[in-house]
């Protein structure tokens, strides 16, 4: 499967700073990547679908200029959450599908980033 | 509004015991899924299966579909410690559309 990589693993940061998470396909080119959030012990909500070389598509009710992506190269995927409070704090998980490599929509997961804002 | 629906929602469980997860769905389906998840860890993905299978194995793991019933069940065989994680089921609606995670089942397995 393919290797995806986030950084940072966590992040601790102030009310009102803005904090950028990356995402990376390390062994595949990836047109589409997803932003997931996962508050503890629940389900993963899908955020956004990240395209390469055009914008992002958002689920309802996640604002667009509050979670900023930015999918600038085929390996790369940005997920910047602008003027954060404590509420946005939670698991950020990004993954690439494997759609166009195999064929089949399995999607690989990023470790994950731990957002805690204070 | 969530898609899969997996029960129970915790398992604890013996080494060597079989685990059996289940995951209900609401809507036409082409595959799903099944994904593991470590505590604080991303998910990594188990097994597929499309809507034309009604069973497929992978090691420890066999998965049923039943597209009638819109239910999917997950055994893990002879369970261990290592086994401890979340497990997802997730639908794909068309093959190439976003997947969409039910709520977990927590499995515990003790020594």
């Known amino acids: 499967g393919a290797v995806v990589s986030q950084h940072p693993s966590r992040v601790i940061c102030k009310s009102g700073t803005s904090v950028k998470i990356e995402c990376r396909s390390l062994?595949?080119?990836?047109?589409?990547m997803f932003w997931y959030r996962q508050f503890p012990k629940q389900s993963l909500m899908l955020m956004a679908t990240s395209n390469e070389g055009s914008k992002a598509t958002y689920e309802q009710g996640v604002e667009k200029d509050k979670f900023l992506i930015n999918h600038a190269s085929l390996t790369l995927s940005t997920l910047t959450v602008t003027s954060a409070h404590p509420e946005d704090s939670s698991f950020y998980i990004c993954?690439?599908?494997?759609?166009?490599?195999?064929?089949?929509?399995?999607?690989?997961f990023g470790p994950g980033t731990r957002l805690t804002v204070l | 509004s969530q898609q899969g629906e997996e029960d129970p929602q915790a398992l604890s469980i013996q080494e060597g015991e079989n685990a059996t997860m289940n995951c209900s769905y609401k809507t036409s389906i082409n595959n799903l899924q099944w994904y593991r998840q470590n505590s604080g860890r991303g998910l990594v993905h188990l097994i597929l299966i499309r809507s034309n299978e009604r069973e497929k194995h992978s090691g420890r793991l066999r998965v049923t579909l039943d597209t009638s019933k819109k239910s999917s069940s997950l055994l893990i065989t002879a369970s261990r410690a290592a086994d401890t994680a979340s497990y997802f089921c997730?639908?794909?609606?068309?093959?190439?559309?976003?997947?969409?995670f039910g709520k977990g089942t927590m499995l515990l397995v003790s020594p």
């Open positions: 997730a639908t794909d609606a068309s093959g190439y559309s976003t997947l969409t």
């Open positions: 062994d595949f080119q990836a047109t589409t």
């Open positions: 993954s690439v599908s494997s759609l166009g490599r195999t064929g089949y929509n399995e999607q690989f």
